[in-house]
C-alpha cells in the first residue's frame, strides 16, 4: 500500500478533505464504488474490511482536526450554546428508539399496536419539533450543518410511509443513523469526549429537575 | 380495553346525542364524574375517560373532582359562558374556589377521544394561576420550579394555537431562557407583543383559550397524520375535560402511576413512582420515587387496583393525585399490553378464585406465549465466573471471544467466528463492528444509549454501562470487572440480566415460572393428546420430564455409533473377516447397553420409543485416503452413494448388515432388564426406521423376537415390549394397513415423510425455493414447520383410517418437529393420534396448543350447534 503524509490539512485536497470526513462521521461506507474511497485506501485513511469502508486511526485524527473550531471563538461558543440545546433533546431521541424497539417492559416491540406506535409517532414528533430551533441556531453557526435537518426529515417522511426501519436501523440513513452523525460532528466540532458529553448530558439533564 | 368497554361500542358517533345546550344555560352541557350514564351518554359523548371516571365512582373508587364537556359539545368550552360555569362547578364539587390562598385550586384541562389513542393534545395545568397569584401558590407548594414550568408549557401552548403567536420567536425565547420564571415571563412578553389578545388573569377566560388552543391542535396537520395513522376517522370529535388541580404542600401531595403486577414475578403488588409537585403530563426524568414513600401508605392504591382487576379481568394501570397523604384517581384502565407473567398469573389468580374457569384461563394463554415465557437463557451452574453485571440493554444471550475494535471484529467474524464487541463507549465507527458482532458489550451509557439502539436495530444482544470497563486497545486487553481478559478471550453475555461471564456458556431453555407451571396442569386436565419428547440422553430426558414430557417418543440411537465409537461401527461395516465384525459387534454392544441403562433409569415407568439405528452410510465411511489401508480403502469406495440419504438407510442397512439390529435390540432389553432390578419399569417401545415394504418390518421384527429371546434364555426375564414402525415414506402410509399386521404403534416421521411427498431435499429447497414460493403465495409457510394439511396431512389420515381398520388399538404419533408446532398438533389432536413427540424445549407449548386444540374445537362444535 502507499502511504502519502497527511501530516496537516494542507496536505490534502480538497475532495479528499470532504470524503474523509464524511467516513469519519458516518463511521463506514457500504456499498460505494471503488473509484470513491480508492484515493481514501491509497493515502492510509481508510481501510476495506469486506463489503465495509472503515476510517483508519489516522483518518481519525485528521478528521477532528479538519472539523475542530478554533476554541475560544464566537463561533465555539454559538456551537456549544447548540450543543448544550441539542443534549437534551439527545436523550429524548434516544429514548424514543428504545420505545420504538422494546416495550416498557422490555420485550420487543412487533408493531402490532397502532396506538401503541403512534404514542412513539407523536414523541418523535416531539423531538423533531424540539430539535428545529436547535438547528436553525447551528446553521447559523456552523456552514453544512444545514444537511441534517433535510436529512432527518427525510428519514421522517420515509418512516411515514411505512419503512419502519427508518426511525432507528444502522443499517440505512435512519433519523438515529443521522442524528448520531450530527452528535459525532458536534462533538469533533468542539473537541468534547464522549465521557464529557455524556457528564453533561447528565448534568443537564438534572438541572431540570423540578 | 378501558373500564368502558363493557357498555359503549367503541368510536360511536359523538355528534347526534348531545345538543349544545342554549345559550341562556350555559351549565347545562357540562357533566360532573359520575353522572354521564344517569344523563343517558356513553364513552361515545364522554370519551374513554369520562367513562372510565364514571365507571369508577360507580365501583365506589375516590376519584379526582372534574367534569366531561362531551365530544358533541366541547366547542362549547370556548365560549366565556360555558367556561365560567365549568370554573363554577368545578369549584362546587372540590369545595375550593380559584384564587382563595389557603386552600388553593388551580384547573387542568385535557381531552379525550372515545378509544384509548394516541396524538392527543397535551394536558394544560396550571389554569388560574396569574402574575399576582404565583408567589403565594408557591409557598404552598414550598417548591417553585414545578409550578412555573407547567405553567409556562401552557402559555406556550395557548399563545401559538389560540393566540396567534408565531411558533419560531416562542421557540427561541424556550432556548434563550432555561429558568422557568424567566420562562413564563418571556412567552408573556410575546403574547403581549405578538398576540391577539392579551393574556387574560380571570381563570374562566383562560379556560376558554386553554379549550380553543387543544381543538386547534387537534385540526393540525399533525394530529391528522396521527388519526390517520391510527386508522382513525378524520373529524373524530374530542371530550374534553376540566379536573380540579388541587394545590398542596410538596411532602404531602403529588401525582403518580402504578400498575397492579410486578413485571417480573406477575404478582399483584402495585409498582410505580409518584412525583411530588404540580401534575405535569411528561414528569421530568429521575425525580419518580417509589410508592411506599408515599406518607399516607398504599391501602387505598391497593384496594383500587384489586377492585379494578376483578372488575376488568385483566392487570390495570392507574394514574392517581396525592393531596395532603390521601390518594384520589385520576385515569384507570386495563393495561394495554400487560407484561406476560402477569396475565399468567392473574389467569391463574382469577380461576383459584373462582372468577373464571380453569378452561378459561388456559385459553388467555396462548403457546405462542408459553415459547416467549421460556425463552432461551444461559445454562448455569453455579460455577460461572461472574466478571460484571452491566445494564440490559438488548434482549437474548450469546457467547463469543473479545474483539476490541470494529476492524477486528469484522476479521474474526468474516471466517465465521462468533465475536462479542467490546468497548468503553462507542461511535459511528462501532457500528459495523457490532453488525458483525453476536453480542455488544460497553462499559458507559444506558438501555437507551446510541449502543443500546443499535444493538437493538441489528437484532444483537447488549449489555451495556458496565462499570469499571477498561479497555487498552494497544495492548489488546480489556479488564472487565477484577479480571484482565485479551482480544481473542471467550465471554458470554445477557442481554435480559445485564450479566457478563467468563467463558462460553452453553444456551437453553428456561423453565416455566410456576403461575405457569399451574395452568400448564390445568392445560394437562383438559387436552387428549399425549405429550412426549424426542431425546437421545438420559440428560435430555431429565429435562423434558421437568418440562411434563410423559414420555420418550423419539430415541434416536445414530449418536451411539458416532464421536469416538465411530471406530467400532467402521469395523463392523468394513471388516475385512468374521471375527474382527464379530468383536467390534462385542464392543458396540458393551457401550450401548450403558447408553440405554442410563436412558431407561431417566425415563422410570414412562414409554419409551427406541429407534434402532437410522443413519446414511456415508456417516460411517472414512474420508476417501483416510482409510487403514489400501483393501479398506477400496471396500469404503465401493459402498460410497450417489444419494446416501436415500440410499443404504434405516432398515435397509440392518438387512445387510444382519447383526446390526439384534446386537441392538439385545443391548437395548438387557439394559430394560438390569433397570426393572431397581424397581422401575419403562414401557418400552421399539421401532423400525425406513420402512417402504411390509417384508421388510417382518424381517426386523424377526431380529428383534430373536434378540429378546435371546436375553431372555440369558437372563431369565422376559422384556416386555411392543414392536412398531417409522412411518415416513409415502409407500409406508399407503400400505399402513399391511404393516399393521406387524406393528402395535406407528410413529409418523413427518420430517422425511414431507421431503418425500414433495420430493424436496430440505437443505436445498430451504435455501433456494421456500422463500420464492412463500413470496408468490404458493406456500404460506415452510411444509417443515407446519404439517401440510393437504399432501402429507392426507396421507396420513389415510394411514391412520387404513391401519385403524386392520388394528383398531394401534398407537399412532408423531415424531418429527412438526410435534412442536400449535397448529400441527391441532391438526394430529383432529386426527385423533394418540401422541406428538417434540424436542424438549417445545414440550410446554405442546402441552398448551393440545388444550387449545381441545377448547377451540368444543367451541366450535357449541357454535354450529346453535
Redesign the interface.
Known sequence: MRSVAVDGTDALDESLTEAVVDL?????WRGRPESEYRPLVDAGLA?V??P?V??TERA?ETGARILRVGAGTGQEQQITAAYR?FLPVN?RL??V??AW???P????NDHS???????V??AL?DVHEAI???L??LERALAGSGQYLTALEEALDRF?DGGT?WL????CD?Y?TVW??L??ELLLVLGVS??QD?ALEEEL?????? | MSVTDRGAGPLARADAAVHPAPPETPGRVLVPYGQGRIRGLDAGELGAHGAAMDRLVALGLPVVPGLTVPAGASASLCEPGTARAAVELVEQVSGRRVGDAGRPLLLRLSAGAPTEIAGLPPDLACLGVTPDNAEALCAVIGREEALYEAWAASVRMIAEYALDVPGAPLDDALLDTPAPRARVEALLALVARHGSQPFPDDPAQQLALAARALLARWDTPRARRSRRAQRLPADLALALYVQALRIGPADHSGYGTAVSRHPETGRFSPQGSFFRGVRRSAPPPHTGEPLDRLAGGTALLEHSLLTLERHLHAPVSVDFEVRDDEIALLAASAQQRPPLRASVCLAADLAREGALGREEAVLRITPAQVQELLHPQFRLTGTEELLVRGLPASPGAAAGVIALSSERALELGADGTQVVLVAHETTPADVPGMLASAAVLTGSGGIASHAAVVARGAGRPAVCGADGLRVDRAVGTVRIGGRVLREGDAVSLDGRSGAVYAGALPVSVAGPPPDLSTLLEWADETRRLAVRVNADTAAEVDTAVALGAEGVGLCRTEHQFLGERLPLIRRVILAADPAARDEALVALERAQHEDFRALLTAVGNRPVTVRLLDAPLHEFLPAPGQALDAAEEQRAAALREANPMLGLRGVRLALLHERLYPAQAEALFAAWVDVAATGVRPALEVMVPLISLPEELAAAAAYVREAADAVAARTGVRVPYRLGTMVETPRAALLAGELAEHAEFFSFGTNDLTQLTYGFSRDDVERQVLASYQERGFLTASPFARLDPHGVGALIALAVERARSVRPGIKLGVCGEHGGDPESIAFCDGLGLDYVSCSAHRVPVARMAAAHSVLGRRHEESGSAR
Open positions: 469519519v462521521l458516518r463511521g463506514m481501510m474490511k469486506g465495509m472503515l476510517p481519525k440545546a436523550r434516544r429514548e428508539c428504545t424497539q422494546c416495550r417492559d422490555g420485550t420487543p399496536d397502532l396506538a401503541y406506535d403512534a404514542q409517532r407523536e414528533e428545529q430551533p436547535v436553525r441556531r411515514d426501519e432507528a436501523s444502522p443499517l435512519s438515529h448520531m452523525r452528535h459525532q464522549r465521557a455524556e439533564l438534572a438541572g431540570d429537575r423540578g
